[in-house]
């Protein structure tokens, strides 16, 4: 089974040669093509290619008729009808060549004849800078050589040593860019003074070159390998004495050592000579990782170095710190009698702390008494203690290792900004790149010799949550007005920082607060609380979280207007510093709703609104929003009632839109004291038509009976017909008389003595009236006057007996059109119709519902 398979396997292999040679025959089986004088030939040079059919491998048995075309590539350079053609190239480039020589029985169609690869080269240069070495005692020995240009051509490099003894060895690299070879050989110190030489030559089909030969040594030749097993002890535990130790081979004679620190870029060199794999070291740090690295050498002046070893890294033993501990703090009052103190230190250096700091050892005494009154040991680097506001404390911090503690720190506990002398001034912080900051200041003015030093601190403000932002700072020389702050720097955010000037136990601060980079806010306030206060409202806020600030906030922006309002919002501008998270506002209107909200501005622009709120205000208005239009108002009344036509409409009108239930009831006159004193009218003063009257009333109390003494006599209220007034049922004045008015003539009208005598009404009471301060006796007082039915005037209620100044036959009569023309009121809002004449009926009782007397006479 096992021999068909392999028989199959050898018949498989013969067919494909088969296969490869039939194809090889027929690629050119229609006919040649031959290059002359060589496929290979140097640049510049020119060559003859000739093609040729075989016979009967033409398109037809006429010449004329078979077209012969070379091709160089694919672009055609000559063509021939016949059997054969022939062609010179020149100027061909560097490389290979391809030409392919085609026949054409049509114009589209044509078979491929043969072809040809051309190659152009140059001659090999010499090989320079030979060089051979061997790597350690039992290495092969190796050489290197610059081949110079490419020869564009297959060149074979052949490396031949020759020694002592006729010793003789050679190999050849078979790669195309060959320019190292190993001999595969090695030589030994027995003959360490031995010649050796060596020789390379580079041969191609256009010629040869060889390298100047290298004759070197064993010892010149033979590099030794790199030191191993690498080790360090320190005697007693202690970097004041430590060894390091390694493995070499046995013919080393130098040594050279390096080492450094991990955190240093810089290297320490030692040399040492016959060393034996032993090299002490006294000036490494404590508690510190170091890197070494050894090379070794066979010889003091030949030979090369060894590459460096493999770097061996450890750390040193620790040693008891050394150096004291930079120390600040802050102090918070709590209440009346109590504070917080805060005091901060910063980490030793590696150098300064000389091992692993295990704990830091806090005191804080009262400076007066000299006792210790606390001591805390802490692994933190902040500690706090609540103490009473009064006395001088100190402090003093000390950082504890496995071997020691360091020397204590100690500071006094003053008010940092207590001296404001000391403050220094001007300060400012500009961006320094990303993650920096330059602070500058000024000396604090004529107490600048007395500063010792400046203190700059910096932290991000509080957050709102429970722990508080790290404290950083740094301390610069007196003659300093300029500190670079960086490292924890973090754009966008905004950071606190204080100068302060150090001079004893005295302090001046001065702070500021600034951001690396900056950009509007992401969001706005939100407001948490709107209240009023006397009139004004104070709006309350919480600060933007502080990822969302973009910087420091400047300022903030309130904005408000009326709900609904499509008008442009006020605004008012805080400084950040003025108020940071409330402010009150004297301008907003009462009984008015506003929606309000907040912004805040960085360096960079504005933030969105925060959150809108809705308020109404209900306090009072501001008095000076109203009194200048209460002054306007004011002197316009005043200007108006000093005109005596316009107080005469006012009182007119408002005696009118009087409410009836003002009315009183009406007592009897019949058993006045004043009717009884005086029983006669006689005297009466006030003509009978100043009697006016009023319209009724809602409720009215039950009518008095009076009986009446005038007989046959109707009397009206109004003047004697006078030969000048207008007629029955014309107007006077805007009003109209009717039949109805009128009671007797002018001719049966009987002398105004004889009238009142005949009639005895008016012996019950005195007529109530009224009259101008400017009216006459004989004159009328002026139009009627409505009189409120419920009440009786005190001082000119019950009229005089005296009415001698009523008008008679005798005395002339004005004429009443005059009388009445500038004295006529006239109330459009109220039908004429309302008011009714008092009449008296001479068989008829006269009754109080028809007399209706005013609780409040009007005085014209």
């Given amino acids: 089974m096992a021999q068909t398979n392999g028989g199959c396997s050898l018949a498989l292999i013969f067919i494909i040669v088969l296969l490869l040679a039939k194809a090889n025959i027929d690629v050119c089986k229609r006919g040649d093509v031959t290059v002359k004088p060589s496929r290979v030939i140097s ?267 493999e770097p061996f890294r450890t750390q040193t033993p620790e040693e008891e710190p050394t150096g004291t501990l930079d120390v600040w703090y802050m102090k918070q009052p709590i209440d009346y009698n109590r504070q917080q103190i805060s005091l901060f230190w910063k980490n030793m250096s590696v150098s300064e702390a000389r091992g692993k700091i295990l704990h830091y050892l806090v005191t804080l005494q009262e400076v007066a008494g000299g006792k210790v009154t606390m001591q805390n040991i802490t692994e933190h680097t902040s500690w706090t203690w609540i103490i009473p506001r009064t006395g001088k404390w100190a402090a003093t911090v000390s950082a504890a290792n496995s071997k020691g503690s360091s020397l204590p ?23 320094e790149g990303v993650d920096n900051m330059m602070v500058t200041w000024e000396p604090p003015g004529k107490a600048a010799p007395a500063v010792q030093e400046y203190v700059v601190e910096w932290r991000e403000p509080h957050s709102g949550s429970d722990t508080q932002p790290p404290l950083n700072w740094l301390r610069s020389p007196p003659y300093n007005v300029s500190a670079l702050i960086s490292g924890n720097i973090k754009p966008y955010s905004c950071y606190e920082i204080c100068v302060c000037a150090l001079s004893g136990d005295q302090r001046g601060c001065s702070s500021i607060r600034s951001n690396s980079k900056h950009k509007a806010p992401l969001s706005g306030p939100h407001i948490n609380a709107i209240s009023e206060e006397k009139g004004n409202i104070v709006i309350s806020w919480n600060e933007i979280p502080a990822q969302e600030q973009m910087g420091c906030i400047l300022h903030y922006r309130i904005y408000w207007k009326e709900q609904d309002s499509n008008s442009q919002p006020q605004l008012c501008e805080i400084p950040y510093r003025v108020s940071p998270n409330s402010h009150s506002i004297d301008s907003l209107q009462p009984g008015v709703t506003y929606v309000l909200w907040i912004t805040a501005l ?76 005086y029983p006669t009218v006689e005297k009466m003063q006030l003509p009978l038509d100043r009697l006016l009257t009023d319209w009724s009333t809602p409720e009215e109390p039950e009518p008095l009976v009076i009986s009446e003494v005038l007989h046959q006599v109707t009397p009206v209220f109004r003047h004697p017909h006078h030969p000048n007034w207008p007629d029955k049922g014309q107007e006077i004045q805007g009003h109209y008389t009717s039949e109805e008015d009128t009671g007797y003539s002018a001719s049966s009208l009987p002398p105004p003595k004889a009238l009142i005598a005949e009639t005895g009404l008016v012996d019950l009471y005195k007529m109530l009236g009224s009259r101008s301060p400017d009216s006459k006796p004989g004159h009328l007082a002026g139009p009627v006057t409505v009189l409120p039915v419920d009440y009786l005037p005190t001082h000119e209620g019950y009229l005089p007996s005296n009415i001698e100044y009523l008008p008679s036959h005798e005395a002339p009569i004005t004429d009443p059109l005059e009388e009445l023309k500038p004295q006529h009121i006239s109330l459009s809002i109220f039908p004429s119709s309302s008011l009714h004449p008092l009449t008296f009926s001479c068989d008829k009782k006269l009754t109080l519902d028809r007399l209706k007397m005013g609780c409040s006479s009007l005085m014209l």
């Fill in 602 to 677: 960085t360096a960079a622009g504005e933030s969105p609104p925060g959150n809108k709120r809705e308020f109404h205000l209900q306090g009072k208005a501001n008095w000076s929003v109203f009194v200048a239009p209460s002054i306007c108002v004011a002197v316009v009344i005043v200007g108006i009632f000093s005109t005596r036509y316009f107080r005469q409409k006012v009182f007119v009108l408002l005696s009118a839109l009087r409410p009836q239930w003002c009315s009183k009831e009406i007592p009897d006159p019949a058993n006045s004291t004043w009717a009884k004193k």
């Fill in 409 to 431: 720190t100690r500071i006094n506990i003053t008010d940092l900004c207590e001296a404001e002398l000391l403050a220094p001034r001007q300060v400012s912080a500009n961006s």
């Fill in 43 to 309: 640049l510049g040079s020119a060559v003859n290619i000739s093609c040729s059919l075989k016979p009967e491998q033409g398109c037809s048995q006429y010449p004329s008729v078979n077209r012969l075309i070379l091709y160089k590539f694919d672009r055609q350079i000559h063509f021939l009808h016949g059997y054969s053609l022939s062609s010179q190239v020149t100027g061909l480039p560097l490389g290979t060549t391809l030409f392919l020589c085609k026949l054409a029985c049509s114009k589209n169609k044509e078979f491929r004849i043969c072809g040809a690869e051309i190659s152009v080269g140059v001659v090999p240069e010499q090989p320079q800078n030979l060089s051979c070495i061997q790597k350690g005692e039992h290495g092969t020995v190796t050489c290197i050589w610059d081949r110079g240009r490419d020869t564009h051509l297959y060149t074979a490099y052949t490396l031949q040593l020759t020694g002592p003894k006729n010793f003789t060895w050679q190999r050849q690299c078979n790669d195309h860019y060959c320019d190292h070879l190993d001999l595969g050989i090695n030589l030994t110190p027995e003959l360490p003074e031995s010649s050796y030489t060596a020789k390379v030559t580079a041969t191609n089909s256009l010629g040869n070159a060889s390298s100047i030969p290298s004759t070197f040594t064993f010892l010149d030749i033979v590099r030794p390998l790199p030191p191993w097993n690498i080790r360090i002890k320190c005697v007693n535990a202690s970097v004041s004495r430590c060894i390091l130790q390694w493995r070499d081979e046995g013919l080393v004679l130098l040594n050279r050592l390096r080492y450094r620190p991990n955190s240093s870029r810089s290297w320490t060199m030692v040399s040492a000579t016959n060393a034996k794999g032993r090299q002490d070291l006294l000036d490494l740090k404590p508690f510190t990782e170091y890197e070494f690295q050894i090379s070794s050498k066979l010889h003091l002046y030949k030979g090369s170095w060894s590459d460096w070893s």
